[in-house]
């Protein structure tokens, strides 16, 4: 019974550690995997957000230096 | 028994009632041609025409809800007991994957038609006045949820900032690499929160640590969470979901 106790113990801390380590906010995005939720379209993955954020800060910085600093009125 | 066609119907009516009803008949043929072509566009997602087309729809559509936004109308707020709990968690990505920010080291970036560019940090942002509201969250996806969320009042910022609020556009990038961008009269509307605060605890990182935009008068996409930088301009900036053809204005 004794080794069986420990097999089940072992079992039950094993699934425990499991569930807490998937519950753990942090872990590092899996970029080449689909999008969760409902937004997404067909064939889009997580690491599409992060290509589009490169694009789009090369595009709208150097726009925004054209424009003049500040609110002139103050 | 004679056969009922078009004309043997129309025989002996008066040209001018003949006239309107092949108005009519052209008119929604025209419209179900239309309506067709748009269909296959919906299929055709690569056809750049299409697409064009659909964009230019939708930038008009933001126009019109601009136009018919009321600056000062309220949304519905609503007493603790309507919270919903547990509060829904919703990304492009799996909660355990949710970005942690050092709040230690975080610093709010300011860029663009604003005066003063100095860096947030969070013990600043803390200090600020704050106020609170418990409202509805309106997803795209089809669901809603109560929340209450605790922040300083994002008119009172950019007031304080020296924001050009005569700009069109407020744009903000989060941690996740995710960015929205607003129109400037919801930035400047009484309920619209820069947030720190949910159900009167620190943001947890899931709700969008250090900091979230909340505006119960725009669907949820359009509120960021993780913000790390943001940005008054003229120039339309667009956002994630925003560019992959989702109705920017998205007024709830």
Same mark, same amino acid.
């Given at each position: 019974m004794k080794p069986l106790g420990a097999i089940a113990l072992a079992a039950i801390l094993a699934t425990g550690t499991g569930a807490w380590g998937a519950d753990a906010p942090g872990k590092p995005m899996k970029m080449d995997e689909p999008m969760h939720g409902e937004m997404k379209k067909k064939g889009m993955k997580k690491g599409d957000v992060k290509k589009a954020a490169e694009k789009k800060g090369r595009g709208v910085r150097p726009e925004m230096k054209k424009e003049p600093a500040g609110d002139s009125r103050k | 028994m004679r056969k009922r066609t078009m004309e043997t119907s129309l025989a002996g009516h008066s040209p001018k009632l003949i006239?309107? !009803?092949?108005?009519? /008949?052209?008119l929604k043929q025209g419209l179900s041609l239309g309506a067709l072509a748009l269909l296959s566009g919906c299929e055709l997602t690569d056809d750049e025409g299409v697409q064009r087309l659909l964009m230019g729809m939708s930038r008009w559509n933001d126009r019109a809800q601009g136009w018919l936004f009321n600056p000062n109308k309220l949304a519905p707020e609503f007493p603790e007991s309507a919270i919903t709990r547990p509060f829904p968690f919703n990304a492009y990505y799996s909660e355990d994957e949710v970005t942690l920010v050092d709040g230690k080291d975080y610093k709010l970036e300011l860029d663009g038609l604003i005066r003063e560019k100095k860096p947030w940090t969070l013990s600043e942002l803390y200090g600020l006045p704050q106020t609170s509201q418990i409202t509805r969250h309106i997803c795209v996806e089809g669901w809603s949820a109560i929340g209450k969320w605790s922040g300083v009042r994002f008119s009172d910022f950019l007031a304080r900032v020296g924001a050009d609020t005569t700009a069109k556009y407020v744009g903000f990038e989060c941690a996740d690499d995710y960015? &929205?961008? !607003?129109?400037? @009269? &919801? @930035? /400047?509307?009484?309920?619209?929160?820069?947030t720190f605060r949910f159900a009167d605890q620190i943001l947890p990182p899931k709700y969008g640590f250090p900091m979230k935009l909340r505006m119960p008068t725009k669907l949820g996409f359009k509120n960021p969470k993780h913000i790390m930088s943001m940005f008054v301009t003229n120039e339309y900036p667009g956002g994630y979901w925003e560019d992959q053809g989702y109705n920017w204005f998205s007024g709830s």
């Open positions: - | 006239r309107s !009803i092949e108005r009519r /008949l052209f960015s &929205t961008s !607003i129109d400037m @009269a &919801t @930035a /400047l509307h009484p309920q619209t929160l820069l």
